[in-house]
């Protein structure tokens, strides 16, 4: 006999955790749009992947934190994209400087653990995964 309580468990888990299903599901969509269509973005991973992570903190704090996963990510991109530009992308040099320098700027600015963090993540994304063709 096929027992079905692991199927009415996960609907259970489902029908409860529909509100952060649908804001994660939009939060993500309308970051990605954001990027995509009002910054003309080619490649716009970083926008909705920063908007789950914001969502994924802790409730009470997610003005704050979205605030510094934010500038977090767009700090790394940013100096990330003026080592690549210098140094080229996917080399040892390229990203010890780039994980350097972020690191060195979000501590110099008193950024917090999770700023620091996105920062360096998302700088370290930029410079180890080519865009489609570059190979």
Do not use: C, K, N
């Amino acid at each position: 006999m096929v027992r079905w309580g692991w199927l009415r468990q996960a609907a259970v888990r489902v029908w409860r955790g529909w509100p952060q299903i649908v804001e994660g599901t939009l939060a993500a969509t309308g970051a990605w749009v954001a990027a995509s269509v009002l910054v003309s973005h080619p490649q716009p991973f970083f926008a909705p992947a920063a908007a789950l992570i914001v969502l994924g903190q802790a409730r009470g704090q997610r003005t704050r934190r979205a605030v510094e996963v934010v500038l977090g990510v767009a700090a790394g991109v940013l100096v990330a994209d003026v080592v690549v530009q210098a140094l080229g992308a996917r080399s040892t040099v390229t990203v010890f400087t780039v994980i350097l320098l972020t690191i060195v700027g979000a501590v110099a600015i008193g950024a917090s653990g999770v700023a620091v963090v996105q920062a360096a993540v998302s700088a370290l994304y930029l410079v180890v995964i080519s865009p489609p063709g570059s190979r």
